[in-house]
């Protein structure tokens, strides 16, 4: 029942960009997004609800597809503030909340 | 801007000690959760709680744990006899009714 994210890591240069998929087999009701820093509580990201649902903070959006059961984050000229790791965390019902979290993508952005 | 807060930052304990970690959501927010993160892994679901009661809880959610909301601000996590494999970081989160979970900037147990 656990997603599955890829890549588990990716290494930048300040102004790449980044894509990052998270998976799920079964049905989702939601997706949530947060970064985590080494040592840090997690920080939420963003959450998509609905499937096909789009939604973006800065340069930092996401994508939700429902038939896919899959959502990606898209990071797009990264800077070096956005290094951490990146964990998706899955709703599949939306009673109590409960987030099942992937395993994470560790991102590194270099000078 | 309104955080989830908990104490203390770290809390180092014997094995077989029981230990209580404490949380205050934000002031507003009906659900509260328990996660725990084992240094580098995943973080993991232990328990919501609603309506001062727990809605779901996961399978490392056993009777060693309990939680509590024993007054209108704070919300507890306790172990009743600590094993080793219980060291981790412990996260507590709130959410208003649906929607994001804001996560404290947890507690690091130590059980020696």
């Known amino acids: 029942q656990q997603p599955v994210q890829s890549p588990q890591a990716v290494i930048l240069r300040e102004g790449e960009d980044a894509v990052i998929n998270c998976s799920s087999s079964?049905?989702?009701?939601?997706v949530h997004w947060y970064r985590q820093k080494h040592g840090e509580a997690p920080v939420f990201l963003m959450i998509l609800l609905k499937g096909g649902e789009q939604k973006g903070h800065d340069k930092i959006s996401a994508s939700f597809n429902e038939k896919k059961q899959q959502s990606s984050l898209y990071l797009t000229a990264s800077q070096l503030s956005y290094s951490g790791t990146y964990f998706c965390?899955?709703?599949?019902?939306?009673?109590?909340?409960?987030?099942?979290f992937g395993q994470g993508t560790t991102l590194q952005v270099k000078p | 801007e309104p955080e989830v807060t908990q104490t203390p930052s770290h809390q180092v304990t014997q094995m077989g000690q029981e230990v209580i970690l404490r949380c205050v959501p934000i002031?507003?927010?009906?659900?509260f959760y328990w996660y725990r993160q084992i240094l580098g892994q995943k973080v993991e679901f232990l328990v919501s709680f609603y309506n001062n009661e727990i809605s779901e809880k996961s399978e490392i959610f056993d009777d060693q744990f309990s939680v509590e909301r024993p007054d209108g601000s704070n919300f507890t996590l306790k172990i009743r006899s600590t094993k080793l494999e219980d060291s981790a970081m412990y996260f507590c989160a709130s959410r208003l009714l649906v929607g994001e979970q804001y996560f404290g900037p947890g507690t690091r147990l130590t059980v020696t």
């Open positions: 079964k049905a989702l009701y939601s």
């Open positions: 002031s507003n927010h009906l659900y």
């Open positions: 965390g899955t709703e599949y019902s939306g009673n109590t909340g409960k987030l099942i």
